[in-house]
């Protein structure tokens, strides 16, 4: 009893700013799930979800928008609309609301460090992972109709404008070089795997991941840590054997997971 009295007295001491990022955390999320899984409807939750990461910015000059919270805001922006897409995209129920609850979580801890995830590689990470699960899955689902070269322009600007935004912030000078090399990248791995587009089914349909999705995060990774360690100076041998065992794998999961014989 005196432990749970701690507990509710230490969450009554929270700033009211915290509340109200966990209020709109939930609320969020709940609209997601919500118009996310009502067919057709998923874009209207989108675009109620990114009037709410744009809160504060109605009414203000033109000018302040275009500075650097432009770059800031990105990251909740792309997930609003990467994660309300993977729930209308899902097939069970669980899995739309198991990703409304990460969804959840990630807006909290971001309310919590909203400049470590506008600026840090790793959240960069998790941020182009889900815009490649949701490309992707618009890609495989056949009732979507997304053609090759939408996906490719989808690839392409979201991988362009995340890198951008995150190595801007962090006064990178190369910003907009490397930027458009991993654009470059991106976009070509994924015009050749979608000649073979895979999408791995798991438990029943309980857990879909797009073959280009995994390949490309995991690229995201090589790409960011390869730049992070270069700037810092540590780039060792141990760190490439690092990076040569997870390409081996990448290929085996290409080899090992492609039908080369007609469609998969």
Known sequence: ??????????????????????????????LAFELGSRSGWWWL?????MAIELRGWWGRPLVSKAKAEIWERLPGLVMAVSITLIIALMLREVSQAVVALLYAGWLVWRDREPHQVSTSLPALLVVQGVMFE???LMAATPTWGLPVWLTLVLVWGGSYAGVYGTLKLRGDRSAGVMAAT??????EVAWVLSLWL???????GYVLVPQPALILT?????????????RQGTLSRARLAEYMIIA????????LGTSWHGNP
């Not at 939750?45 to 979800?49: C, D, K």
């Open 248 to 255: 081996i794998v990448l290929i085996a999961i290409v080899l």
């Open 45 to 49: 939750g989108a675009l109620v979800i």
């Open 182 to 187: 991993w654009g470059v990248i991106a976009t």
């Open 1 to 30: 009893m005196v432990a749970i009295t701690n507990q509710l007295a230490r969450l009554a001491s929270l700033p009211s700013k915290t509340w109200v990022g966990l209020g709109l955390a939930i609320i969020q999320a709940m």
């Open 198 to 204: 895979i999408t791995y089914t798991q438990q029943g």
């Open 218 to 230: 995991a690229l995201t990774y090589v790409f960011g840590s390869i730049l992070a360690s270069s």
């Open 134 to 136: 949701a490309i992707f």
